[in-house]
């Protein structure tokens, strides 16, 4: 295309797969960077360089403008395996052995500095090479424009609400533009300063930017989201059906395809077997998510004792919190914890599976989330609303009493947030 060569886009985000994957933002950012360049488009990626990771055809480029507390910073370009050309930016604390988590599964206790610091580079380095885009993705890169006199036309993805970055207000007297933007009830909040400031606000669907903009789901920010208007759109994050093909997928010990599934239920039963299971002929369930309050799972535990009346099996792939093991490993009918967790097995679940449930807090597709690989599909979307009445359940005062506690509890969570 034409005039997609004349189009450069500088893409910031804190992840990028394969080289800082903690969650989805790493697959969609770097999903959406190989179709745009498959296009024609010019586009710099500027990521966190956390592991110092070594480059082909290395180039630096010392970031001299940041801030005195946020530096030294320099910016590496050049070509990563598996990512191709890319620019890793170090600043202030930025080098960890996790994107966000101490060993102990808590925060890095300097996370706010860390990627304050991340911005105000990023901020440099939007100067440095003048992109005709910056495309910013979560919290993580939205303070770079309370350090730039005169941004590029800019756009901000965001792909999960709850994460704000929401820190103390001190961080506030550190942005030489825009201050204003940013403070949320007395404190700093990137998210919302990137809101109020990018030319245009995505969200990874057109339900979720709905959904976003209530109070139920826009979690403290439906305001600045609905004052948006029309600059508030929603794109549905599509998958890459060349990496999730199961006709040519490695990882599996035997391919099939949409002209013939026979192979599947080999797949199947090998993978009951490698978790202990006995196949009952029933549907087979599978997650692979964490285990966080907003991927949802809450909404999954409570109903896997009914799973027996349904000769349903359900396998969870995860990593947890402090929290959530605790809770799983509470004694369950019919539930077994087993660890045999690799690239392959992380591959196979949403293959072997008939239904793939889907739950999130924070997020509702426009349609029924489905598995790229299930032949076979049948799911009700989970709605991050707490109040929501699932459509199969009767109504009753019990039930709605449980719910308005449940919401009242996650609105004082939200607040203090």
Not at 92 to 99: A, D, E, L, Q
Not at 126 to 153: E, F, M, Q, S
Not at 306 to 332: D, M, Q
Request: aromatic share 6%; hydrophobic share 40%.
């Amino acid at each position: 295309m034409v005039y997609a060569a004349l189009v450069k886009v500088l893409f910031a985000t804190a992840e990028f797969a394969p080289l800082a994957r903690v969650g989805g933002l790493a697959a969609a950012a770097a999903g959406l960077v190989a179709e745009l360049r498959r296009q024609g488009i010019d586009v710099q990626v500027a990521l966190p360089d956390y592991y110092e990771t070594p480059l082909e055809k290395e180039t630096v480029r010392p970031l001299l403008d940041v801030p005195e507390w946020a530096g030294p910073a320099i910016a590496r370009t050049g070509i990563a395996a598996g990512v191709g050309k890319i620019t890793l930016i170090n600043a202030f604390g930025i080098v960890k052995s996790h994107p966000y988590l101490q060993p102990d599964g808590s925060g890095w206790p300097d996370n706010d500095r860390r990627f304050m610091a991340y911005s105000a580079a990023l901020a440099s380095l939007t100067r440095a090479v003048a992109p005709d885009v910056l495309h910013l993705n979560d919290w993580h890169t939205c303070a770079a424009l309370g350090h730039l006199d005169i941004a590029p036309p800019t756009m901000l993805t965001i792909h999960t609400l709850g994460y704000q970055g929401r820190t103390n207000p001190g961080w506030l007297m550190t942005l030489p533009r825009h201050t204003e933007a940013f403070e949320q009830w007395g404190d700093c909040n990137p998210l919302l300063g990137g809101i109020r400031l990018a030319d245009v606000v995505v969200a990874v669907s057109p339900h979720y930017a709905e959904e976003i903009a209530t109070p139920e789901g826009g979690f403290t920010l439906d305001g600045p989201l609905r004052e948006r208007g029309d600059r508030l759109v929603g794109i549905l994050n599509g998958i890459d059906d060349e990496e999730w093909n199961p006709a040519t997928d490695r990882h599996l010990e035997m391919t099939y395809s949409a002209a013939d599934v026979s192979a599947k239920a080999l797949t199947r039963a090998k993978l009951l077997a490698q978790f202990g299971l006995v196949d009952g002929g029933g549907p087979l369930l599978t997650m692979v998510t964490r285990l966080a309050d907003q991927k949802g799972v809450d909404l999954m535990l409570p109903v896997t004792p009914f799973l027996a009346r349904l000769g349903a099996t359900l396998i969870v792939l995860a990593t947890a919190s402090n929290v959530w093991p605790i809770h799983c490993t509470r004694p369950r009918p019919r539930i077994r914890n087993k660890s045999p967790s690799c690239a392959a097995t992380t591959r196979r679940l949403p293959t072997d599976c008939s239904p793939a449930p889907m739950c999130s807090r924070c997020r509702v597709a426009s349609n029924p989330v489905v598995s790229p690989r299930c032949s076979r599909c049948v799911m009700e979307r989970c709605r991050s609303s707490p109040m929501s009445a699932d459509s199969t359940t009767r109504s009753s005062t019990s039930t709605a009493r449980r719910r308005r506690a449940r919401a009242s509890w996650c609105r004082r969570r939200v607040r203090w947030r």
